[in-house]
């Protein structure tokens, strides 16, 4: 079983089929969980441009049912015709895996494709000289992860290695694997699966498909504000 750290979460969010709507998505989902992370007073580092580092009392149990596809509903600010587009994208939230789980885990080298690039700033500020972004895929099952937190390459590629054992620890729990060896499918986002749909157009609702709440609010969510989805 995977050691979970209550108070650490690991949020990606990837954006799905839909050009700049998806990827517009995905980023204001990003940007609600570092809201929320605001005004939760916890500390929040970006690991790389699609992925965050909550740290906080509760910060995974507070967050971990978020993992899932997530659906918008909205005119879209890219059609020139302001036409009606969905927009998908996936959460994906991790637990930090301790030092000493991950030390025990081991990946054949011939596994993994470690690349590395030159880690900047907004804006194209601080761009760092040497190549100390990491990029680290496994190859069997097509995960990815990448960190450029750090100031070091070692530091980075240690940072995503371990990122990648604890997604490689919770499929293996999903799919009832003992084994890294034995996770040979490759993994991709099964779109339309959603657990959570928010509309803005014609109306304004989310919708939480596991349980069937319904909720108006939705600025106020996507500003930060999830406690609101727990309200009774």
Sequence with gaps: ?????????IISVLAGAGGDDAKDWANRLLRMYSRYADLRHWKLQAVNDTTIELRGEGAYECLKD?????RLVRISPFDAKKLRHTSFALVE???????NDAAHIQIPEKDLKVEFSRAGGPGGQNVNKVE???RV???PTGLVTSSRAERSQASNREKALNLLKAKLVKLMEEKHEKEI???RTRVAPEWGHEIRSYVLHPYKQI?????GQKIS????VLEGNLDLLNAK
């Design 181 to 183: 060896s034995n996770l």
């Design 217 to 220: 609010r939705v600025e106020e």
């Design 207 to 211: 919708k939480d498909h596991r349980t």
């Design 66 to 70: 978020e993992s899932g596809v997530h």
């Design 93 to 99: 939230v991790l637990p930090e895996l301790p030092a």
């Design 137 to 139: 895929t496994h190859l």
């Design 1 to 9: 079983m995977l050691s979970v750290n209550p108070n650490v979460a």
């Design 132 to 134: 100390t972004a990491v």
